[in-house]
């Protein structure tokens, strides 16, 4: 497949590459690296921002600066009030924005480590792979 030039990061990869140093953060350095487009909503935004301001995450005062790398590094699209029709093989209705993320952006691919999501493989044009299957096609191209 040729690699698509812009994509949706899930909510869980980036919280992985913020608070480890692996794959994760791994991957965010090689779409960086190969000048993909990261695309994140304001709902994964905030859903980063409720994680980082949570008991398990200690280094409050460092949730700004978290965030604005973020919103650096990636193109943030707002999702619009009204939801797209709700796609019917999600096993978590949770997963729709991470959905809604990709359809408003014109993104074909989505990079997560949703077991439900990834189960799913994709949805209308939309391809829907782990954070080692992108590595892995990163590296090959």
């Given at each position: 497949m040729a690699f698509p030039s812009k994509v949706v990061v899930d909510t869980n990869v980036l919280i992985s590459a913020i608070i480890t140093n692996g794959v994760c953060r791994q991957l965010v350095r090689l779409l960086a690296l190969n000048q993909k487009e990261i695309i994140i909503s304001d709902f994964i935004l905030?859903?980063?921002?409720?994680?980082?301001?949570?008991?398990?995450?200690?280094?409050?005062?460092?949730?700004?600066?978290?965030?604005?790398?973020?919103?650096?590094?990636?193109?943030?699209?707002?999702?619009?009030?009204?939801?797209?029709?709700?796609?019917?093989?999600l096993r978590d209705p949770k997963?729709?924005?991470?959905?809604?993320?990709?359809?408003?952006?014109?993104?074909?691919?989505?990079?997560?480590?949703?077991?439900?999501?990834?189960?799913?493989?994709?949805?209308?044009s939309i391809k829907i792979i782990s954070v080692k299957e992108t590595i892995t096609s990163l590296s090959s191209n």
């Open positions: 905030n859903e980063v921002e409720k994680f980082l301001r949570s008991k398990k995450f200690a280094h409050h005062e460092w949730i700004p600066e978290i965030l604005s790398r973020i919103s650096g590094l990636a193109t943030i699209v707002f999702l619009p009030k009204k939801t797209f029709r709700k796609a019917s093989r997963d729709q924005p991470i959905i809604q993320t990709a359809m408003t952006a014109g993104a074909k691919l989505i990079i997560t480590g949703d077991e439900d999501l990834l189960s799913i493989g994709k949805i209308g």
